[in-house]
């Protein structure tokens, strides 16, 4: 018997050490790496940003470059057959949207354990996911 039912588990991921590590931790606990789905999400484009005012950049190329990273960051074979998607918009609304429209079991996210005033100022992704998420969240701080 486990403690979560596991057949689909989402880790956001943003790149930091800590997310890194969330992300290691749940390959390790959970043994299909076919049902570890694997979310970054990306800040909507400005209208004023330089890329965006130079037709330099647009979202499809954001998503490609993340996309890249992801696969030279993580060139493991473990993290070959994860399910890798990258989406623009609100974090936590989109970490939330995701695991409810793809039936996902558990969220496994990092903490960043920022406290007092950064907290306030820039928020908290896994807080607010806790609160809305459709399924478990396993908060793991780093």
């Known amino acids: 018997m486990t403690l ?21 931790k749940t390959l ?12 970054h999400v990306l800040a909507p484009l400005e209208p004023m940003q330089p890329g965006m005012v130079w037709q ?13 990273h992801f696969h030279e960051k993580f060139p493991g074979e473990a993290y070959q057959n994860v399910n890798f998607v990258v989406m623009v918009g609100n974090p936590s609304s989109e970490i939330v949207d995701y695991a409810d429209s793809h039936n ?13 005033l950064s907290r306030f100022l820039i ?11 459709p399924c478990p ?6």
């Open 104 to 116: 996902i079991d558990l969220i496994v996210i990092p903490s960043h354990g920022r406290t007092g």
């Open 4 to 24: 979560f039912a596991s057949n689909n588990v989402l880790v956001p991921i943003d790149f930091s050490d800590e997310a890194s590590q969330a992300l290691d």
């Open 56 to 68: 330099t950049i647009d979202d499809q190329t954001r998503i490609d470059h993340i996309t890249s």
């Open 28 to 39: 390790k606990s959970f043994g299909d790496d076919t049902n570890i789905h694997v979310l």
């Open 123 to 133: 928020g908290s992704v896994s807080e607010r996911v806790v609160r809305l998420a």
């Open 137 to 142: 969240v396993l908060v793991i701080r780093g």
